[in-house]
């Protein structure tokens, strides 16, 4: 391994483009179709105040800490850990985030560009004109027949990790900083656009209501795993993707400020794109709790009906497939630039990443048809007259189709849940692996690091903003999420 990575991977220009890339890859499918959808499943604004809670608790703290640590080593987050755990002597566990992440990277990669390839479907649907007047029900069948057309969602897949493999092969600076520089901003003008045309449909308030209205009743402790869930995949955090980013990061720039303007630019886009898709879903009488097709069948309808609604829904998908792509890249990084140091070409690393995380994909893409029926963890929950549960039966693996024949000759009333291979990816990735490897972030910086060496990274504006932080990583952080998860899984 050469002494100085940096000549390796590179640096970014200045501590504005550190924050355009993390921008980049934080605000993704993350803020603007999956926000909106699990808030929806899980029922509004009491979800939203959870949500808010961990990214100020747990992930602006725990993002400070990647970066700290990633600018410290300069290496890839694999290597990284590597190096930190034996320089602070922590025991060799520590030495495992970097592993861990590089697994949960390849499987987020592997769904995030399944359902990328759905924008870039969408993108084609608007150009062309074919939601211009388009009603709720055409919008469904559509996306229904996208997901029941496995070939279609293949090469569509294929497509976008060809996207993502062409910039990262070119490395970080060719390409992507300039292309970000240009479409983050427009990215943004384009939300506040559609948050206008929101703000006009008699759905609005509904809208605003269902987000933020806290109805404790609501809050299960799966809806509290899942919001933190969220605050780690939405943040980036927890698989080493910031850390990777940090790597490249100036020397000597301070951090608070940085992180804060990440944490608050992703929070924003989040709220405002919920803001954009419940008013819209209210007006045209959908359900918020449509799960992961809630985007492509509100939206479209809406932006059918708007004057120049070919333009700006061609537009509009056009930035989400960037938002999704600079946030891909992102998520392949660490992985790629752990290959590189291992003395692999750029070319090299990034065949190798992309293939393995493409070929993993089509346990995405079987998820929502030929495999749509076979599901792990399956709950049967029985139902009474009034609709309150009266008993329930659990199996690991159940084919949900004939356990519903069954139930059907029982007679009664049912209510079957389980997992696709989707769902067991998100979950096992978004709400057990990135919040492990946050707890594991926040003890190795809070009680392994040496104070000192920490607050010179940091370089936090005050002595008595750096002394908040550290509480907030040694105890806040890890008990917060730890309690989660014991909670989740127990
Ligand atoms: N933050 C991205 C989003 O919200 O879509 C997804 C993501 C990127 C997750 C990078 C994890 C990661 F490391």
């Not at 020397?251 to 819209?280: E, R, S």
Request: hydrophobic share 55%; charged share 10%.
């Amino acid at each position: 391994m050469k002494a100085d990575h940096r000549g390796m991977h590179g640096i970014w220009a200045s501590r504005w483009t550190f924050i355009l890339a993390a921008v980049g890859s934080a605000v993704g499918l993350g803020n603007i179709w999956k926000f909106p959808y699990i808030t929806g499943e899980y029922g509004g604004g009491a979800f939203v105040l959870v949500y808010l809670i961990c990214v100020l608790a747990v992930g602006i703290p725990v993002m400070m800490a990647e970066i700290l640590l990633g600018r410290k080593a300069r290496m890839s987050p694999v290597h990284t850990m590597e190096r930190l755990t034996t320089q602070y002597k922590a025991p060799k566990l520590f030495a495992g985030i970097g592993w861990m992440g590089a697994v949960s990277g390849f499987f987020i990669l592997s769904f995030y560009s399944v359902i990328a390839g759905w924008i870039l479907y969408y993108v084609y649907k608007m150009a062309t004109g074919f939601f211009t007047g388009a009603e709720g029900a055409l919008a469904e069948a559509t996306f229904g027949g996208l997901l029941a057309n496995p070939l279609r969602l293949t090469v569509l897949h294929t497509l976008f990790m060809l996207l993502v493999g062409v910039v990262i092969a070119r490395g970080i600076h060719r390409g992507l900083e300039n292309t970000l520089r240009l479409l983050m901003p427009v990215l943004f003008v384009m939300l506040l656009v559609l948050l206008g045309y929101s703000l006009t449909t008699p759905g609005f308030e509904q809208g605003w209501d269902f987000l933020f209205r806290f109805e404790p009743e609501k809050l299960t402790t799966e809806a509290v795993i899942v919001a933190l869930g969220h605050s780690f995949f939405t943040l980036s955090l927890g698989m080493g993707a910031i850390m990777a980013y940090g790597a490249y990061m100036p020397a000597g720039q301070p951090l608070g400020q940085t992180v804060l303007i990440v944490g608050f630019v992703d929070t924003l886009v989040a709220l405002v794109a919920g803001l954009v898709i419940f008013p819209i879903v209210f007006t045209h009488g959908l359900e918020p709790g449509a799960g992961p097709g809630l985007m492509f069948q509100t939206l479209p309808v809406a932006l059918g009906a708007l004057p120049g609604g070919v333009v700006i829904g061609t537009v509009f998908f056009v930035l989400v497939l960037i938002a999704a792509w600079s946030s891909a890249i992102s998520i392949a990084e660490p992985a790629v630039a752990w290959a590189v140091e291992k003395g692999f070409s750029r070319a090299r690393a990034t065949v190798f990443v992309c293939s393995l995380a493409w070929a993993l994909g089509l346990g995405t893409v079987f998820s929502f048809n030929d495999w749509s029926q076979n599901q792990a963890f399956v709950t049967v929950t029985e139902l009474n007259e009034a609709g309150d549960a009266v008993g329930s039966e659990f199996y690991l693996y159940a084919a949900v189709d004939d356990l519903k024949k069954a139930k059907e000759v029982t007679g009664g009333t049912y209510e079957i849940k389980g997992k696709t291979l989707f769902d067991i990816f998100d979950f096992l990735t978004t709400n057990i692996l990135l919040p492990l490897g946050g707890v594991l972030i926040a003890l190795f910086t809070g009680w392994f690091m040496s104070r000192s060496s920490v607050e010179d990274e940091a370089r936090l504006a005050s002595q008595h903003l750096f002394a908040v932080w550290r509480f907030m990583i040694r105890f806040v952080s890890p008990a917060a999420i730890l309690l989660v998860l014991y909670n989740g899984l127990f």
